[in-house]
């Protein structure tokens, strides 16, 4: 089970395992005291129960701060769209529906997209100090996309466990290539790595 350690949207979790190519057994970032043993009893419930409180009002902070510099940016560039906001997990997620030219936002291969949501992060980060990972959606761009790649690394899972052969995909971004090392990690039998270089580096299926 791997997942894509280049993710622009979260380079912190990256966990490399070899120059060039790479095999992850987890999302998140490599604990620096694994193993060690904490004292769990110094830790009530409900300083937890704080904690998570806190850090979901500091991504609604996020969500609000980019929905406010979104919607500046929709009137000068004279476009229509409804913003919505949301959280999930560790993310705020925004989106922009309901416009006409919107797919304009989009552009080849989600490029547009991605410098817009990169704008949008260097926005909220300017106001809060702190680097942000929100998540920003186009007329459900990024939703049927992460379908289709779902879609796609469980049929080239299945494939490789059939033939026992490795399978290549095409070249794709860091985020294409992260939902699919998701989609494989939940099919028994078979594993996925990055290899290659940007722009041609790739996913590269195998059984395990």
């Known amino acids: 089970m791997s997942a894509d350690t280049d993710e622009v949207t979260n380079p912190d979790e990256a ?9 992850v057994a987890v999302d998140s970032e490599t604990d620096a005291n694994e193993g060690e043993v904490t004292d769990v009893d110094t830790v009530s419930d409900e300083d937890t129960d704080s904690d998570d409180e806190d850090s979901e009002d500091y991504l609604v902070e996020e969500g609000e701060i980019a929905g406010d510099y979104l919607e500046q940016l ?28 919107l797919a304009k936002l989009v552009g080849r291969k989600g490029e547009i997209l991605d410098a817009l949501q990169e704008l949008t992060r260097l926005a909220v980060q300017q106001s809060t100090g702190e680097r942000s990972k929100l998540m920003l959606d186009v007329a459900g761009w990024r939703a049927n996309r992460r379908s289709v790649l779902s879609a796609l690394g469980i049929e080239a899972s299945k494939r490789v466990l059939e033939s026992g052969e490795r399978e290549e995909l095409d ?26 270089v940007e722009p041609s580096r790739r996913v590269v299926v195998v059984k395990s």
């Open 171 to 196: 070249p794709m971004t860091p985020f294409e290539r992260k939902i699919v090392h998701d989609a494989v990690a939940k099919v028994d039998g078979v594993e996925s790595e990055s290899t290659g």
């Open 15 to 23: 966990v490399s395992a070899g120059e060039g190519s790479e095999i």
């Open 74 to 101: 929709l009137d000068v560039l004279d476009f229509d769209g409804d913003i919505d906001l949301d959280v999930e997990g560790d993310r705020a997620i925004v989106s922009i529906d309901g416009g006409d030219d």
